[in-house]
């Protein structure tokens, strides 16, 4: 019983610390001010698939491949109600597919939630300061690296994928 109340004191400890940091503390989901344009390269099984995602909300995006080459145009349009799948003249819609599957796991990570966040920490990398936060989300443990310059999204770390950003914008107005 003893061992709850401790728990139970370190969550209310926890929280209680989060609420006090300073308004100048940075925010490591700022950056998901929706809509905005990510380019980058997700990296999983060995494989390489370079794409464009374009977020329009936590739960409204779409992405276009250019490698590999099976994949090159393809647009996959993903929604709360599903996927779609369009390329040329023809398209598909797919029942909801797995939060896991590869299509639903790029936008996941641009949609991630402050009570998922376990842990923040500051580095330096290649000289540039750096806020490395830790999520406890559905994908499993997850690390960003932010840009502590710019809090922009540098690389996504999951047990078995990485996602390096090569280009971050937001939607013009």
């Given at each position: 019983m003893m061992k709850k109340y401790l728990f139970l004191f370190f969550i209310i400890c926890f929280?209680?610390?989060?609420c006090a940091c300073s308004k100048d503390a940075p925010d490591p989901l700022g950056y998901q001010s929706y809509p905005f344009f990510v380019e980058g390269?997700?990296?999983c099984d060995e494989a390489i698939y370079d794409f464009s995602l374009s977020m329009e909300a936590c739960d409204r995006s779409s992405i276009t491949f250019s490698k590999p080459d099976s994949l090159r145009d393809?647009?996959?349009r993903v929604t709360p109600e599903g996927t779609t799948l369009s390329y040329e003249d023809m398209t598909i819609d797919f029942n909801k597919a797995e939060?896991?599957?590869?299509?639903?796991?790029?936008p996941s990570l641009f949609a991630l939630k402050?009570?998922?966040l376990v842990s923040?920490?500051?580095d330096m990398i290649s000289s540039v300061p750096v806020l490395i936060s830790c999520y406890n989300t559905s994908l499993g443990q997850l690390k960003v690296y932010l840009n502590k310059n710019t809090m922009t999204p540098l690389r996504f770390?999951?047990?078995d994928f990485a996602v390096d950003v090569l280009?971050?914008?937001p939607a013009p107005s």
């Open positions: 929280t209680l610390s989060l390269s997700l990296t393809f647009v996959f939060k896991t599957s590869l299509i639903r796991l790029i402050n009570e998922e923040s920490s500051e770390e999951g047990e280009s971050f914008s």
